[in-house]
């Protein structure tokens, strides 16, 4: 049906004589003060387009500029590690919670037109280059190299890093307890898959501290060696990765030996072999071990998303937006699990995430891992932590880091 075509606006009724048009309230004169007529305003001319050669040479007047300033931050950075005094390491000079102030004022200024996630990792590295001038961070990871906990760590510290790849989360604990690594990187959940128990069940019994998270958008390829589906038999990759592929595996490799293995990079590495394997993995994965791209992104959801926690061996102060991880023993007796979150929920404090594992105290006993929106240092929290040791059998504080950022 064809649409009824609108009726032309009505002209606007002409003044009578000797009568000057209505005009918005707004637009009278003050009584007692005469009117004067504004000017007609001159059309504005238009900027004149630039020639290519005249663009190039502005882009590098603004190149050297920014090197200059680059430069000029790092010498106080520089000045800023003299004024804290000759300190120990590395990890001495690195403040969490500063570097969280830093990017979120780099998200409150930006207008684009680059967006956040751009702008935030690159003053990520300058601040990383900055703070390797004292010497560099040693940050261990589930390795080998190539693995999303390597990209994480690479996300939160710079690629201006020692990193340490290594075998297993419970190495990259026990490294950063004896001091061999001043941070380590490890996988906590899957936006699609839920939590890494093992690295939940590292933190029973050891005393280290969360001081970061950091939440990284996973992709997941197909990659063999001679990029052809059809010479796939066998495919390798870590359990959780098959688990986040299972639709577009059972489509289109449903005849393939599933063989799981430690980590993503470890399956790029068995993968490069023979032209009948492949992997799941990273697209790094593929250019560190030489492999081609048969299929990807082939995870199931597009928003796939894994969240990783940054373990040292110290709290650190407030940033302004921060979050803090407990781990809960709770008595044997009805509601008390209830009781053990009263305190937050009377306080405004919000529960993030609650996570329950076997405790290793006793048969049938559970620990509740919890995050909590807050500062261990904040009156709330204070007050809410000093209420729950009187209604848990152990309340032990994890960390209290910045909320992840971009």
Not at 101 to 125: A, I, K, S, T
Not at 215 to 228: T, Y
Request: hydrophobic letters at 40%.
């Amino acid at each position: 049906m064809a649409k009824r075509p609108k009726a032309p606006a009505k002209p606007a009724p002409k003044p009578a004589a000797g009568r000057k048009p209505a005009t918005a309230q707004a637009d009278k004169p003050a009584k007692g003060k005469a009117v004067q007529a504004k000017p007609p305003s001159a059309p504005v001319p238009e900027t004149p387009a630039l020639d290519l050669p005249t663009l190039r040479t502005r882009i590098d007047g603004i190149d050297q500029h920014i090197q200059q300033l680059i430069a000029e931050r790092a010498q106080f950075a520089n000045q800023v590690g003299k004024a804290k005094g000759k300190l120990a390491a590395a990890v001495d000079y690195y403040r969490p919670e500063r570097e969280a102030q830093v990017l979120r004022r780099v998200v409150d200024r930006n207008d684009g037109p680059l967006n956040d996630e751009v702008l935030v990792r690159l003053f990520r590295e300058i601040m990383s280059a900055c703070l390797a001038q004292q010497e560099p961070l040693k940050i261990g990871f589930l390795g080998p190299e190539g693995t999303h906990s390597q990209q994480a760590a690479f996300k939160h510290f710079g690629h201006s890093i020692h990193g340490l790849p290594l075998a297993s989360i419970e190495e990259v604990f026990q490294e950063v307890e004896a001091g061999n690594a001043d941070f380590g990187v490890v996988p906590v959940e899957n936006s699609t898959q839920g939590t890494i128990q093992s690295t939940l069940d590292m933190f029973l019994t050891s005393k280290l501290k969360i001081s970061g998270e950091v939440e990284l958008r996973v992709h997941q390829h197909l990659l063999s060696r001679s990029g052809r589906i059809e010479d796939i038999e066998r495919v390798y990759s870590h359990p959780q990765s098959f688990a986040q592929c299972k639709a577009w595996l059972r489509e289109y490799l449903p005849k393939a030996e599933k063989i799981a293995v430690s980590s993503n990079a470890e399956a790029a590495r068995r993968a490069r072999n023979a032209d009948d394997a492949a992997a799941i993995a990273g697209a790094s994965a593929g250019n560190v071990y030489g492999l081609k791209n048969v299929a990807g992104p082939i995870e199931d959801r597009p928003d796939n998303t894994t969240r990783f926690l940054v373990i040292g061996r110290e709290l650190f102060t407030p940033s302004g937006n921060d979050r803090t991880s407990l781990l809960i023993f709770i008595k044997d007796q009805p509601g008390a699990l209830y009781n053990v979150l009263s305190p937050f929920a009377k306080r405004g404090l919000s529960m993030n995430r609650i996570e329950s594992r076997p405790g290793h105290t006793g048969r049938w006993q559970y620990a509740f891992f919890v995050d909590i929106g807050g500062h261990v240092q904040e009156e709330a929290m204070r007050d809410a932590l000093e209420e729950l040791q009187e209604l848990a059998h152990e309340v032990k504080v994890l960390g209290s880091y910045p909320v992840a950022i971009a």
